[in-house]
């Protein structure tokens, strides 16, 4: 027999239902589309997975029902000896997003501010929001983020700084005197995190991931992935490099077991490929200039980026804009990021892929802009 009394239905936190959930960029199209799709929507790398991950993920399925390491020891080891870290200063999770969320909610919380830029990853105001804290937006300056517009922003509530370096989507950089100019201008109580997710790409000589921030200090952590160069997005693996106090705390609310045992056998494999990181440097160094200036003798604006993919930009309100080409794009079969959520509307962020797939991007366009 039905309860004749209304029951109340249990209510999240009011900041919870102020957060716009993310979504990814499309992966498929539309029926009647182009039978084989070019997708170029995800930053995913332009040549795959390292062969000898796959093969590593492949032996693991032997002990899939066996729990994973909960330390993930060997494969911060590897990184370690990769990059040059300490491996008790790297703690690992389910996708950089993943222990970007744990940050926030170790640092941040009711009536904090976390800042982060204008065109930042979508992910940095929903990891506040999710720890009841406050976003606040520092303005960028042509599509780069601006040390002075953050510094501006800093108040006594501010815990947090965000920082993605290069950004996505604009592929913009911070050198790192400017990095260091940001440091050394946040108190000391404010953790800074550098988001490096497209650090292997960028060329700048004047670049850092920023470790060497790290190094320097307890406030600073810097946040990679093996979702793009690495070629292993769909395995969900992300790190920090961080000062000891706060490596023990992130391993204090981690999950137990937050990566799988295929993804840490075939991301040891894959930091041991050198000749896999090699091509993938080599196509993106290739590729990446070349498609920029096709496009910009095209008559079409790309802002310089120092990742692995391109934003595009159109005149604001102009027709044929961003909406039209994408649709434009969508018809051959070739998918790219719409960025209007990034508030960019008159935008589009194409994903490098190998030479063949960026020049029927390339002639695409020619079509498009006849």
Known sequence: ??????????KPRPNILAISAYVPGKSKLDAGAAARAIKLSANEGALGASPRAIAAYRTAAEDIWRYPDGASSELRAAIGVRFALAPE???????????????AQAYAGPGD?????????????????????VPVVA???????????????VSPRTKIVFLANPNNPTGTYVPAAELARLRAGLPDDILLVIDAAYCEYAR????????????AGGNTVVSRTFSKFFGLAGLRLGWVHCPPAIADVLNRIRGPFNVALPTQLAAVA??????????????????LPWISAELSALGLDVTPSQANFILLNFPAGAAPGAKAANAHLDARGIIVRAVGAYGLPDSLRITIGTE????????????FMR
Do not use: W
């Open 139 to 153: 303005a960028e300056r042509a599509h780069t983020a601006s040390i002075d517009e953050i510094l501006a922003r």
């Open 270 to 287: 894959a930091l041991e490929d050198r000749e896999f990181q090699d091509a993938v440097r080599a196509n993106n160094d290739k590729v």
């Open 1 to 10: 027999m039905a309860d004749p009394k209304p029951r109340a239905a249990p």
């Open 204 to 215: 700048a000589k004047d670049y850092s991931a920023g470790h060497e921030l790290v190094e």
């Open 89 to 103: 200063r790297i703690v690992c999770g389910c996708g950089s997003g993943d222990v970007l969320h744990l940050l």
């Open 113 to 133: 501010e976390v800042i982060h830029t204008a065109h930042g990853f979508l992910l940095y105001p929903i990891a506040a929001r999710a720890a009841d804290a």
């Open 356 to 367: 063949a797939e960026m020049r029927a991007v390339r002639d695409a366009f020619a079509e």
